[in-house]
């Protein structure tokens, strides 16, 4: 059977910090699907918008070569998402790791087989960062 990946993430304002997540995501699955967050769930979770709209980001990731599907991850819990795309390793950058929300991701599904592997972060780059250095005020659509 074809291990599944899954990689949720923003993508909001792609960098070389999201392609290498998806590229070490590809290195240990048969076929990896990315999550890409919609901008009401981006709005729930980090209190803005998105500079990039939903549609163009979920273009940008699918076309990268190392995505097999892009599709929209409107869920906060990645319960629901393993419900509807069914993966068998969850990928997240290791700023995760050891920390409250990694330990329950790490349970909850691990309860259903789910392993969860993290990669490196790359700390000197972020779209939070790159948000700050251009000063990109929050509206709606970016």
């Known amino acids: 059977m ?25 290195s240990i699955c048969d076929r990896l699907v990315a999550g890409v967050a919609t901008d009401e769930m981006i709005l729930r979770a980090k209190a803005r918008h998105p500079v990039v709209p939903f549609e163009e980001r979920l273009e940008i990731v699918a076309s990268i070569r190392h995505v097999d ?12 998402a393993w419900r509807r795309v069914g993966f068998h390793v969850l ?34 780059v972020s779209s939070t960062s790159l948000r700050d250095r251009i000063s990109v005020p929050d509206r709606p659509g970016g």
């Open 2 to 26: 074809p291990v599944i990946g899954y990689a949720p993430g923003a993508y909001d304002m792609f960098h070389i910090g999201h392609l290498r997540i998806l590229q070490r995501a590809r």
């Open 91 to 124: 990928v997240k950058g290791d700023d995760w790791k050891d920390t409250e929300r990694g330990e329950a991701l790490e349970s909850r599904l691990g309860s259903v087989g789910v392993r969860i592997v993290y990669f490196p972060y790359t700390a000197h």
């Open 69 to 80: 599907k892009a599709v929209a991850d409107p869920y906060l819990d990645k319960f629901l």
